[in-house]
């Protein structure tokens, strides 16, 4: 968006932001893909780089490489949790979920 809301007055607060949203999505794709990290990792860090290229290609948006290392981070993150199996909750939500449409 062309005017993003203002954010905190807190230093790197907008990689927080994104790391936070990176370890969600990994986390979730994670869970999806058993056994797939890597292809998780490579294609969420590839749409981390896609998106800060077209908001470097908008003209008035700025792509910033800090936020790419902050969504790689976030990414990196979530995997570890879906690895320790901290993610386990997911897949018991999918079942309930698929068990109550039938």
Do not use: C
């Not at 936070?20 to 749409?47: E, K, Y």
């Not at 008035?60 to 901290?86: E, Q, S």
């Amino acid at each position: 968006m062309p005017s993003p809301p203002s954010e905190p007055q807190i230093p790197y607060f907008d990689k927080l932001e994104h790391a936070f949203a990176f370890t969600v999505m990994a986390a979730w794709f994670g869970t999806l893909f058993a056994g797939r990290n890597g292809l998780v990792l490579l294609a969420l860090s590839a749409f981390g780089v896609l998106t800060e290229v077209m908001q470097w290609a908008s003209g008035y948006r700025d792509g910033d490489p800090l936020d790419w290392m902050a969504d790689t981070f976030g990414i990196l993150i979530g995997l570890v949790l879906v690895r320790a199996g901290a993610m386990r909750w997911l897949v018991y939500l999918d079942r309930r979920v698929a068990t109550a449409r039938n």
